[in-house]
């Protein structure tokens, strides 16, 4: 029997939206041995519809309605703001197909996804992030009570051509995955901006600088992955007694970046909350 989990026995899967999150995870499925012929994908933009076929030889369709006929997979890869929209006009198809719904959309819950397509449908929310773009991504997923195990599988072999997945059992808690992990490289990104702006300020060269802080960031996160140790024992390593780590360490604390670090994740939640409240 097949895996329903693996790429080369992907079964038809359409793509309604064919940005970056979406270009990411076809670009993943088929470097992990999908055939091109299972993959569509459906966008406004006649550019986007010319990459897409050009980089990936998929098929590719202006129109939701034509891609999706005959998947068995429909993955909703556009914005929050226009989902509402674009389920709507799908919800006949939808309630004919019966297909296994995924939405890679910020706060908008599976049960507003089932309602606008029509009800009773299998329906996986999840949460990339913008590293899955070099197949480095985390996904957070949540299966509603119509999923099955081979649907729950399927899911988790899309998206997992784009890094690692972790399931949510309540959906409650999937915009504290978007508040961290969804909006996190952010957080990583502008830690770079300060460790750049603060060398520079010490005298560095800027290009000196970029390559310090890119690459300290780089080593440290394949420390954190690779070695499996928790972050408080590698940060314990390298901080010496009353050495130059400690004396910055004592200025973060002192800081109160931890409180600052909870208040940012916080604000990023609610506002996932605010989302899906403003787009039902």
């Not at 429909?74 to 799908?90: D, G």
Request: charged residues 20%; glycine residues 12%; negative net charge.
């Amino acid at each position: 029997m097949p895996d329903p989990a693996s790429p080369g026995s992907l079964p038809i899967v359409a793509f309604i939206g064919g940005g970056n999150m979406a270009r990411s995870l076809v670009g993943g499925l088929l470097a992990a041995g999908a055939d091109p012929a299972a993959v569509r994908v459906a966008d406004p933009s006649a550019d986007a519809r010319a990459a897409l076929a050009s980089d990936f030889g998929v098929a590719t369709f202006e129109s939701a309605a034509d891609a999706v006929d005959g998947a068995e997979a429909w993955v909703f890869a556009v914005k929050p703001q226009v989902m509402r929209a674009v389920c709507t006009e799908l919800a006949a198809v939808a309630q004919q197909a019966r297909p296994l719904v995924v939405s890679i959309a910020a706060g908008i819950t599976s049960a507003q996804l089932d309602r606008w397509l029509g009800g009773g449908l299998a329906v996986v929310r999840t949460m990339p992030n913008t590293p899955a773009l070099l197949g480095a991504g985390v996904t957070g997923l949540y299966a509603n009570p119509r999923v099955d195990a081979a649907g729950r599988a399927r899911a988790e072999g899309l998206l997992a051509s784009a890094g690692a997945t972790v399931w949510i059992d309540d959906e409650a808690l999937m915009d504290a995955v978007t508040g961290t992990s969804g909006s996190g490289p952010a957080y990583v990104f502008l830690l770079a901006e300060a460790m750049e702006e603060a060398a520079i300020a010490e005298g560095l060269a800027a290009d000196a600088a970029r390559t310090l802080v890119r690459h300290t960031i780089l080593g440290a996160a394949r420390m954190l992955v690779e070695s499996g140790e928790p972050p408080t024992e590698l940060r314990r390593r390298v901080t010496s007694p009353g050495g130059t780590t400690q004396a910055a360490i004592e200025a973060f604390e002192a800081g109160d970046l931890r409180g600052l670090v909870a208040r940012a994740v916080r604000a990023a939640t609610r506002r996932g909350g605010e989302l899906s409240a403003a787009n039902d």
